[in-house]
């Protein structure tokens, strides 16, 4: 099995940034996607970005594109989130997830931390 650990979340002034960490460790194969969701209070979960193994592709829900910056290392198995420009209404809990190829459903996930961006 996949294990995801997540690291990074924290409470930040609007305008600020942070950077998420999620480390996949245990059973792991080359080629798989990770993404990040997230889910804010009283709302669902949505889709946040996500990186091909390559790092050709990415992709960004259009809220956050040109203010978050999703890459990886895959010496470390580890994927980021870089979070610029911050907003209220960024706050939410993020989660880390991996699915074994490209547009494929994602198949595990972290156990989510929390960001809150204050206003």
């Known amino acids: 099995q996949v294990q995801l650990a997540e690291f990074g979340g924290g409470l930040v002034q609007a305008g600020g940034s942070l950077r998420l960490s999620c480390a996949a460790s245990g059973r792991t194969f080359s080629g798989y996607t990770m993404g990040w969701f997230r889910q804010g209070p009283g709302k669902e979960r949505e889709f946040v970005a996500a990186i091909s193994w390559s790092s050709v592709r990415t992709s960004y829900a259009e809220s956050v594109k040109g203010r978050f910056t999703i890459s990886r290392d895959n010496a470390k198995n580890t994927v980021y989130l870089q979070m610029n420009s911050l907003k209220p209404e960024d706050t939410a809990v993020y989660y880390c997830?991996?699915?074994?190829?490209?547009?494929?459903?994602?198949?595990?996930w972290g156990q989510g931390t929390q960001v809150t961006v204050s206003s």
């Open positions: 997830a991996l699915a074994l190829r490209w547009a494929a459903e994602y198949d595990y």
